[in-house]
């Protein structure tokens, strides 16, 4: 560690959500001295309005489900509807202890936090609130916003999910604007909470970026959930007034509900912070980095959703401890995007972590790819859950397994052994001899392995 002013850091982080606090945290860990500019909250969008709060609702809705159903399982349970002054409390109150948490592991650590809007104003300077403050390194780590459509102006009965997680009643209908992560997750609470869901999409399937199948499979599910979806087609406009709104897309349909959610991405937070003016490239708001995260300016490097890649809070994490280690000296290993671990909450859930069948096909040839699915229709967890789905293995012929992909109720929690399966490049011959409980969600994953392995148990040949 350098000897340093109140002013002066051997790393200065520009944003504390996902991977700005990560960065922090792990500088701080290895010995160096932290500064952590925050204009709002340490934990940003993934605490306070995004991953954290979302799972919370679904929370609630898996329960809403659970009593809607009791009966088919001999529970004499009903849903009497929901009161969501008390799930807005049980959401904040998961969102309070965190940060809680949160905050006292950064004063643990020693980390200077800094409160106020940061701007770059040179290669190694940040301006907050009139005072100037100098690291050695600078991490830029300034997250996204819920993106709009040009023209598309969000009010009243318009709104982002920001909008959308304080809603104090439930919609009885509502619009999404949107088939990706958001939208589907948003469209499955409000589902279980008993409002009509109906998702425009512009793209051919809901979660576009997943493998086909897991699409399609999805599709299916919300079909059997009564959720109505657009697929193919664009948004033209919408009108609203007191009673709702009106939803026109490009082919002349017509739309009306209660509310329209916007959920067409986010957009990195990038606008009037600097960036451009010190010599930082950026394409469409996007930082643009090497693959060690590096701007190509000074000592200057880049995390979390402002680089281009997925947007997810735990890319941030890594991407933060990576960062750390690299200006610590330690070397540490570039993190590959493809074997970043995906998961959408909605029910039910999609999980999946490489290559997609088509993208496998692109990087080895379509005769040196081979794909197979195991039905949940042979796992016996998924039997007493009531749940349908699969789990879809991506190989390369008489090599690894490149790609999984998992459709069914908590079938995220499998996604940890995928990722392992995947980052350490195994073939189906070293995860078959692995015993997997039972019965478990779990096993489905030895099970497809086993059966791409040619010795299929719970499966036909």
């Known amino acids: 560690m350098t000897e340093s002013t109140p002013h002066s850091f051997d790393v200065l982080v520009l944003g504390g959500g996902s991977g700005g606090y990560a960065a922090a945290l792990r500088a701080s860990q290895l010995g160096l001295n932290v500064g952590l500019v925050e204009e709002s909250k340490v934990g940003g969008t993934c605490l306070h309005n995004g991953c954290i709060p979302t799972k919370a609702l679904l929370h609630a809705a898996e329960l809403a489900d659970n009593a809607r159903e009791g009966s088919k399982y001999g529970v004499l349970s009903s849903l009497q509807g929901i009161d969501m002054n008390t799930v807005n409390s049980y959401k904040q109150g998961v969102i309070d202890r965190l940060y809680r948490g949160l905050q006292g592991l950064v004063n643990s650590r020693g980390v200077t936090v800094i409160e106020g809007r940061g701007r770059l104003v040179s290669p190694d300077t940040v301006e907050v609130n009139g005072e100037r403050y100098t690291g050695r390194n600078v991490v830029l780590a300034t997250g996204s916003y819920a993106r709009s459509l040009p023209g598309l102006e969000i009010g009243g009965r318009v709104m982002t999910s920001d909008q959308a997680l304080e809603l104090d009643t439930v919609p009885t209908s509502a619009i999404v604007l949107g088939g990706g992560v958001i939208g589907v997750e948003f469209a499955s609470v409000w589902t279980s909470f008993g409002s009509k869901v109906t998702i ?25 959930r009564g959720i109505d979806y657009k697929l193919g087609v664009r948004f033209q406009g919408v009108t609203q007034d007191e009673n709702g709104v009106t939803v026109t897309l490009e082919d002349g349909t017509t739309i009306s509900a209660d509310l329209l959610l916007v959920a067409v991405g986010r957009g990195p937070r990038t606008q009037d912070l600097g960036y451009e003016e010190q010599g930082i490239r950026v394409d469409r708001g996007f930082v643009l980095t090497d693959e060690r995260l590096h701007t190509g300016v000074a000592n200057i490097y880049a995390v979390g959703d402002i680089v281009p890649g997925l947007q997810l809070a735990h890319r941030g994490f890594g991407q933060g401890i990576f960062v750390a280690e690299q200006i610590a000296g330690l070397n540490p290993t570039p993190i590959v995007e493809a074997n970043i671990p995906r998961v959408t909450y909605c029910n039910p859930e999609v999980a999946s972590v490489g290559l997609t069948e088509a ?63 995947v980052s350490w490049e195994a073939h189906p011959d070293d995860v078959a001899p692995l015993i997997h409980a039972h019965p478990t969600q779990n096993e489905s994953l030895g099970e497809a392995h086993l059966a791409l392995a040619g010795k299929p148990l719970h499966a036909h040949d």
């Open 359 to 421: 993208k496998a096909k692109e990087e080895y040839g379509d005769d040196k790819v081979v794909a197979l699915e195991y039905n949940l229709g042979g796992n016996g967890k998924s039997q007493i859950l009531g749940t349908t789905g699969f789990v879809k293995l991506v190989r390369v012929v008489d090599g690894p397994v490149v790609g999984i992909h998992m459709l069914g109720e908590r079938m995220g929690e499998q996604i940890g052994e995928a990722q392992l399966i």
């Open 200 to 224: 425009v999409e512009a793209l051919p399937h809901l979660v576009p970026n997943e493998d086909e199948a897991l699409s399609k499979g999805l599709e299916r599910a919300f079909r059997r």
